[in-house]
């Protein structure tokens, strides 16, 4: 049976590339935001990703089988009112992403408005609004074997009789709805928006018409519907609005970035986003503010757990990362390279194994460790330190670390005296790899020991 989801006097998050994950989406309904939709996701990256329950988040995960970044993440919360919207220029590829997905989204929507080289030049975004026979293909495709709506979200032509064609063209696939964004391909967010054009769209369209573009003239809720109005428009989608100040879609009125920040920070914790994303977000916020003391500080910021010191949210930070090990996160733990099926398994608990790329007949000590960063409050204790000072007191060589690189993976080798020490864990950095490395060398060593490596989760079996 067909889903329906309702697009009638809705106000929407728009789609925003890095800013549209999970922590902001919820943070955007808990505002009083309809529906949320996500980051566009190009078509390939979930193909090749492995639908995975998170039982600790309580999520549903999107996981690239390859290096473990999650390239969707959804929860009960935003169950029903989540969009996905999707990059492709393939009516195939883009209805194996549909049928893949569908159980856990409210709707698909398909990028037709994306001005960026990288869009246009791999035929996706703006492109598909001038390559019209693909684009209905596209749509045509999905409505015709998808149970839940789909939609598509456009750019206006620079000349007004073509933006209706387009968009009659388009509506003739069966979607459930159309997003007109206010510029043509080539303006950004500094021209003027056209709500006269998105008014004519609105007047000749038989489906919802959702209004985007306006963020500039957006400093209330009241605001965003006056925006709607203007346009002649069933709804309306914010995009920059609500990423500098996603309280815009609260009725009382926007809230301090500060109560934003800190709200934002603790969903980012509770739903385990990466630290890259969590910082891009927060300097959405910030703005000009990341000139001040705290903004620098916070930019030079790396790790979850920094960038929650900045916001005294530190301590509840590692708490609930270390919550979330003891409870069974794997993490980074769940990548590792595409290997051949004739390779040994390199997550094997076996005590020593011959690691590639580090030598002809090399024998190597490994242990299933990983670095866990939220395990060391001060740098003096961190493996690699602790290591260094090892071998300065007992007059050894100083350790030589050596680091493989592979398929957007790490995996680190160390030298301490004779020995040669590596985890059978990949990390997601080189400097983590070495970490881990050093961790594997100070157990075999007997510095620190396996029962205190399991007991904080660094360590299995």
């Keep these: 049976m067909k889903q329906t989801l309702d697009y009638a006097n809705k106000v929407i998050l728009a789609p925003m590339v890095r800013v549209g994950t999970l922590p902001m989406r919820l943070l955007a309904l808990s505002f009083g935001a309809d529906i949320v939709y996500s980051e566009e996701i190009i078509d390939w990256k979930l193909l ?6 998170n039982d600790v988040l309580k999520t ?5 089988k390859t ?14 009112k989540v969009v996905l919207q999707l990059g492709t220029a393939n009516a195939e590829r883009a209805l194996q992403v549909g049928l893949k997905l569908q ?22 975004g703006v492109a598909l609004l001038y390559d019209l026979e693909r684009a209905k293909g596209i749509l045509k495709t999905l409505v015709d074997n998808l149970n839940i709506p789909v939609t598509c979200k456009i750019r206006i032509m620079p000349e007004l009789e073509d933006t209706i064609r387009t968009v009659q063209e388009l509506e003739s696939t069966g979607i459930a709805a159309i997003a007109v964004h206010g510029r043509t391909k080539i303006e950004r967010p500094r021209h003027p928006v056209h709500p006269d054009v998105i008014r004519e769209v609105a007047k000749v369209a038989k489906i919802p018409v959702i209004a985007n573009g306006g963020s500039q003239e957006m400093n209330k809720r009241s605001d965003i519907l006056k925006f709607r109005d203007a346009c002649g428009a069933s709804s309306v989608m914010v995009a920059r609005a609500a990423q500098w100040n996603c309280s815009i879609f609260r009725a009382e009125g926007q809230l301090p970035i500060e109560e934003i920040i800190d709200r934002y920070l603790r969903l980012a914790i509770e739903y385990d986003n990466p630290p890259s994303n969590t910082k891009y977000c927060v300097q959405m916020i910030l703005r000009d503010l990341q000139e001040s003391e705290k903004g620098r500080k916070f930019l030079d910021s790396q790790t979850l757990e920094q960038i929650c010191d900045v916001f005294s949210l530190g301590q509840y930070c590692r708490a609930k990362q270390l ?23 390199e997550n094997c608990p076996s005590k020593k194994a011959k690691v590639e790329n580090n030598g002809i007949g090399e024998e190597v000590i ?9 395990n060391y409050n001060d740098d003096v204790e961190l493996p690699k330190s602790k290591l260094y000072l090892y071998t300065v007191r007992n007059n050894l060589k100083l350790p030589k670390y050596e680091v493989i690189h592979k398929d957007k993976l790490f995996r680190a080798i160390v030298q301490v005296g004779d020995g040669k020490y590596s985890s059978s864990f990949w990390e997601k950095s080189k400097k983590y790899a070495e970490q881990s490395a050093a961790l594997t060398s100070l157990l075999h060593l007997g510095i620190v020991s396996r029962e205190k490596l399991i007991e904080n989760g660094s360590m299995i079996g």
């Excluded at 549903?60 to 690239?64: A, M, N, R, T, W």
């Design 323 to 345: 919550e979330y090990h003891n409870a069974g996160i794997q993490g980074r733990r769940q990548a590792a390279p595409q290997r051949d099926d004739n390779e040994q398994d």
């Design 103 to 124: 159980g856990d989204i409210a709707a698909l929507d398909v990028n037709m408005g994306c001005p960026k080289d990288f869009s246009i030049k791999g035929g996706m």
């Design 60 to 64: 549903v995960d999107y996981v690239d």
């Design 48 to 53: 090749k990703s492995e639908r995975r329950v």
């Design 366 to 374: 490994q242990h299933n460790i990983s670095f866990i960063r939220v």
């Design 67 to 80: 290096d473990g970044t999650i390239i969707f993440r959804t929860c009960e919360k935003e169950k029903g």
